[in-house]
């Protein structure tokens, strides 16, 4: 929690330009998730949330401000709800409001897998083009290559040559982890390269973040609904009551860290997925 408040008395500088790159992605992975929820809702035949100007992309329709500054201050935030009413829904109202409960996960989640395909190929890409030496040429022969792919110590590695000395990475581990290996990128290809990268990196990020959030079963997020429609089948939307005791559990799980916990457990867990994938995919093309 005061993640970016600490880091910004820190190093004001290096925290704004983190902000501003995560702002692009961030917007439009929250808009997109309402317009999606805006659109299904449409298309079940409820037009609130068109005749509100709400089937749109723009950020300026969906954001809410306080849950903006939320995502940045603790780590999670929200947009607008979408309004629906049901009573304007063709046909089975319970299998309506799950489909619109889903859009915004779901659209997440291709937005996740999307950008997640874009970033690997990246880093895929700069190891496929750099050259692999031997361990044994290396040791006896040395290198002219200012970046290359080498076995040490019977892990395979990526080595960039940082002036003084050569700066490495397991390349399991930068598969792994590539949303975070925009220091590889920069020292690899330059400052430019590397901002695009990060603000891809984000975009990913902050798209499984919200698709996990909102599956969380607890009113007034989209999992509720899910679990409603599916299981407990009660009114569509829950009580004041139910949705004041959302609230303070919600608070209860991001203030404690216990949210975050558990949403960077699920996000590595994904990542290494990938990772493990893309790995496979190289060594099959013959790139590692």
């Given amino acids: 929690m005061g993640y970016y408040i600490r880091q910004f008395l820190n190093d004001p500088v290096a925290t704004l330009t983190v902000i ?24 079940c035949g409820d037009p609130t949330a068109r005749n509100l100007g709400r089937l749109t992309l723009n950020p300026l329709k969906h954001i809410d401000i306080f849950g903006f500054l939320m995502l940045y201050l603790v780590g999670v935030g929200w947009a607008k709800p979408v309004p629906v009413n049901p009573r304007n829904f063709k046909g089975d109202y319970r299998k309506c409001d799950l489909k619109v409960s889903l859009a915004g996960i ?53 080595f960039i040559d940082s002036g003084d000395h050569y700066t490495y990475w397991y390349i399991h581990d930068l598969l792994t982890y ?23 990196s984000y975009f ?45 559990v919600m608070l209860v799980l991001v203030f404690s860290g216990l949210l975050s916990r558990a949403l960077g457990f699920v996000t590595d867990g994904a990542f290494s997925i990938l990772g493990s994938g893309a790995e496979a995919v190289l060594r099959a093309l013959g790139a590692l």
């Fill in 204 to 248: 990913v990020q902050i798209n499984i973040v919200l698709a996990i959030f909102n599956i969380i079963p607890i009113p007034p997020l989209d999992g509720y609904h899910v679990l409603n429609d599916l299981v407990l089948r009660r009114d569509l939307f829950a009580s004041q009551q139910a949705g004041r005791v959302g609230y303070v």
């Fill in 20 to 43: 501003l790159l995560a702002l692009p992605g961030r917007m439009l992975a929250m808009s997109m998730h309402e317009a999606a929820h805006a659109y299904v809702a449409d298309r």
């Fill in 178 to 200: 590539a949303p975070y290996a925009g220091e590889f990128v920069k020292m690899l290809w330059g400052s430019t390269p590397y901002y695009l990268f990060e603000m891809l």
């Fill in 106 to 158: 779901t659209m997440n989640l291709i937005l996740f897998l999307a950008g997640a395909v874009v970033l690997y190929g990246i880093i895929g890409a700069a190891l496929a083009g750099l050259p692999q030496v031997s361990e044994k040429a290396l040791n006896f022969l040395g290198t002219d290559a200012r970046a290359f792919i080498t076995t040490a110590d019977g892990v395979r590695s990526v």
